[in-house]
């Protein structure tokens, strides 16, 4: 039999505590890009009174405490890791009653800075039905080093580091801006 879901389906809904709103900051990640753009979110919350915590998706057992959730996830064969889409699929029932944005981190040039990259359809499919605020497409990092990454891969994908970190801080701007209004 699956394991039950870490949330009741209640549990978000008590009434919000006194002091700065609680936000989460999850991820799911291979080489890291994920974690460093999820410590910069973080940064820039934090630096608008808000009180966040930082954890790897998979490290998370329940939402009791928190009031709002950033999640994102490096892309592979444009699906988000298996961390992710568990984190989703667990906390579903608090996940909608509570604002959630979501960012995924992939592609390997500059399209991001350019164009809107909506969600891929494997994304968008393992978090339908939740109430979205807002999802963004960064651009991804892959370093020619880096560990458990085959040659093979080395070799057929642009290694370099496409992320732009202003961009990933305004948009943690607007959300701080939408949770302290
Ligand atoms: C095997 C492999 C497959 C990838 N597939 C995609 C993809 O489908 N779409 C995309 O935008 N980026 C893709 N990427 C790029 C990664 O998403 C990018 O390196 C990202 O920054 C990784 O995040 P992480 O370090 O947090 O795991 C792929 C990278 C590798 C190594």
Redesign the pocket.
């Known amino acids: 039999m699956p394991p039950a879901p870490a949330d009741d389906p209640g549990e978000a809904a008590a009434a919000p505590a006194p002091g700065p709103r609680r936000v989460l900051v999850a ?9 460093e ?1 999820s410590g910069a979110i973080a940064e820039e919350l934090r630096s608008a009174g808000l009180d966040v915590d930082v954890r790897q998706a998979g490290d998370v057992q329940s939402l009791r405490h928190v009031d709002a959730v950033v999640l994102g ?7 988000w ?1 298996r961390e992710a889409n568990r984190f989703v699929r667990v906390h579903r029932a608090a996940l909608r009653k509570i604002p959630v944005w979501l960012f ?5 040039d500059r399209s991001a800075d350019f164009d809107d990259i909506p969600m ?1 359809p494997h994304v968008a499919e393992a978090v339908g039905g939740l109430p979205i605020r807002g999802h963004r ?1 960064f ?4 370093v020619p080093d ?1 560990p458990e ?1 085959a040659a093979g ?1 080395i070799a057929t ?1 642009r290694t370099g580091d ?2 732009d970190f202003d961009a990933i801080r305004a948009w943690a701007g607007e959300i701080a801006a939408a949770l302290t209004a």
């Open positions: 991820y799911a990640t291979k080489h890291g890009s994920a974690a753009i996830s490096g892309l592979y064969s444009a699906t890791l995924s981190s992939g592609p390997l891929t497409t651009g991804g990092r892959l880096a990454v891969i994908h496409f992320r």
